[in-house]
């Protein structure tokens, strides 16, 4: 079955550490790849996009993205993460054959330990 | 801000009523699509129109039905409101394509008692 999943419901970094948040997807043929982030009560924010091309994809906010073809993985860094960052993190996906039909992990919640 | 904006921002419903709700694309953009998000879950597809003919459909029973405007604005519309209901409801606009980038608006917090 078509999915994307987001293993880590809830991640704790303290401020200045390093982050990664993980994304696996399961879909025929690569899809479009997306890091989108959602601050409480706001809507979504686009972070970084892969649709072909260099593997390492730079994003605003000083996040990057890798995505690994063998391991189906499209896994989200930052260096030094600021106390900012504390939000809610989404992967998703759009395949090619959906017309633009975005599919959403469930999210992984970021805090920032101070 | 994205330019793309929905109103209201919280409305209250009991079940068994119906709601509309909207959606006013950024300048230029012919697609817009909505999605649900419930309480600690990613949002999932409702629908998509473009250039004012629904272009897609998610997993959502028909008392889930949209419209598309002229001006592109959009509204979503939901009859016989259940508890199941209670979401946050987000607009997406762009120019269509699976590569083009999609611009959320701030989302409709809809309850439902």
């Known amino acids: 079955a078509q999915s994307v999943t987001q293993p880590d419901i809830h991640i704790t970094v303290s401020e200045g550490a390093s982050l990664e948040l993980r994304c696996n997807y399961s879909?025929?043929?690569?899809?479009?790849l997306f890091w989108y982030v959602q601050s409480p009560g706001q809507g979504l924010q686009l972070l970084l996009k892969y649709f072909s091309g260099d593997t390492l994809v730079q994003g605003i906010k000083g996040f990057e993205a890798e995505f690994k073809r063998s391991q189906s993985s499209f896994n989200l860094r930052k260096p030094s993460v600021h106390w900012s960052d504390a939000a809610e993190y989404f992967c998703a996906v759009v395949p090619y054959s959906s017309a633009s039909k975005i599919i959403f992990g469930s999210g992984t919640r970021l805090s920032i330990r101070p | 801000e994205t330019g793309v904006t929905q109103s209201p921002t919280h409305l209250i419903k009991t079940r068994g009523q119906q709601v509309t709700l909207r959606c006013s694309s950024q300048s230029g953009h012919n697609t817009v699509s909505w999605y649900q998000q419930a309480l600690g879950q990613g949002p999932q597809f409702i629908f998509q129109?473009?250039?004012?003919?629904?272009?897609g459909r998610g997993n959502f029973p028909p008392r889930f039905s949209g419209l598309q405007f002229p001006n592109y604005s959009s509204e979503l519309n939901v009859n016989a409101l259940e508890l199941d209901d209670s979401a946050l409801y987000l607009c997406?606009?762009?120019?269509?394509?699976?590569?083009?980038?999609?611009?959320f608006g701030q989302g409709t917090r809809l309850t439902v008692v």
């Open positions: 129109y473009y250039r004012e003919e629904e272009n």
């Open positions: 879909y025929g043929a690569t899809p479009y």
């Open positions: 997406a606009s762009s120019l269509g394509g699976p590569n083009t980038e999609a611009f």
